[in-house]
């Protein structure tokens, strides 16, 4: 049987890009461990900026969609993000999530 997937919507605190830029590598190496188990989906930041090169705006949030075998495991999993400990998010939400179309399937 298929893991589900769930989404992981994540709020940023305001001003939160040096928080961000500290912790980002142990966030990174996480999200490359699902990458490379075949659970990933998709995962980025939500720029503050529509000009997609401009980090230095800042970021409002992240989203990360994954396989987990439970919602308890994708909320684990997300509670152990590395920019919680940081002080980045202000909010964590996880919901579990059915993809139906789109680029991102057909390469899976």
């Given at each position: 049987?298929?893991?589900?997937?769930?989404?992981?919507?994540?709020?940023?605190?305001?001003?939160?890009?040096?928080?961000?830029?500290?912790?980002?590598?142990?966030?990174?190496?996480?999200?490359?461990?699902?990458?490379?188990?075949?659970?990933?989906?998709?995962?980025?930041?939500?720029?503050?900026?529509?000009?997609?090169?401009?980090?230095?705006?800042?970021?409002?949030?992240?989203?990360?969609?994954?396989?987990?075998?439970?919602?308890?495991?994708?909320?684990?999993?997300?509670?152990?993000?590395?920019?919680?400990?940081?002080?980045?998010?202000?909010q964590v939400e996880?919901?579990?999530?059915?993809?139906?179309?789109?680029?991102?399937?057909?390469?899976?």
């Amino acid at each position: 049987m298929t893991m589900p997937y769930f989404v992981i919507y994540s709020q940023d605190i305001e001003n939160s890009l040096e928080k961000r830029m500290s912790a980002r590598p142990a966030h990174i190496d996480r999200l490359k461990a699902l990458n490379e188990e075949g659970r990933l989906l998709v995962a980025g930041p939500c720029p503050l900026s529509e000009v997609p090169d401009d980090t230095q705006a800042g970021f409002s949030g992240s989203v990360v969609i994954a396989a987990f075998t439970s919602l308890k495991e994708a909320k684990q999993w997300a509670d152990a993000d590395p920019y919680i400990e940081a002080g980045v998010y202000q909010q964590v939400e996880v919901k579990p999530y059915k993809p139906v179309l789109g680029s991102a399937l057909e390469n899976s």
